[in-house]
């Protein structure tokens, strides 16, 4: 697993973490803001990366492989914490695992275990694999789920080859793992200020995300992002984004 760093070393520091079907690159025109600020930990989470073979695990393995990648090189402390999607649902057990001293999180449309019969549950990754299959095959299929009016042809050309590369026991891994992976019933009692950021397009979607999160993190805050779909902020929006992350490190060091 690859992470790659951009910006000083002596700047406070911000981990990111990109959704499903994605590549870690295609956050790169944030992550150039950012790091005229900051020094960026951009994950290239495993399976999304075009640059090898390695298959994805688990939310749980990939989460614990990040926090030891950190520690084996002296890194304790994460200012900010960011994940999307799939990401978020990384960034959440990172925070569950508490093996990292974490300021301040931003889960974009993360993902939360469902709470769900297994029966349910299976019903909706037979589901999610046929639909991203479809995606792995069909650009134009993929175009329909991620419009040209809210995402760049260039995303959706990445997106198209990132899927493609993902084997079929990845796309299993990633959606079984993502909806599925363990926490604790109560989160750790942490310092880490945690906010929880949706689209406003993607609001049922996150129905149940959201109320998981405010189940089982006391004191978290929503934001939703208006005139937003799923991963379209983050990707679609890299100045404005990247304004809002650096908003939350000046307030983080504010304090």
Known sequence: MKIHEFGKRDQGNIVMIHGACMSWDMLLPSIKFLSKEYHIYAVAVPGHDLTTNDEFTSVENISARIERAFLRNGISRIDLLYGLSMGGGIALRMLADNKLKIDCAVINAGITPYELPRFVTRLILAKDIVMTTIGKYSRSALAVAFPPDRFAVSDIDRMFAVMQHMSGNTIKKVFDSTDNYSTPEKFPDIAAEIEYWYGEDEKNERKLDISYVKRHIPGIKLREIKGMAHGQYAVSCPEQFA?????????????
Not at 244 to 253: A, F, T, V
């Open 243 to 255: 304004d809002d992350l650096s908003r939350r490190m000046r307030k983080n060091h504010a304090k």
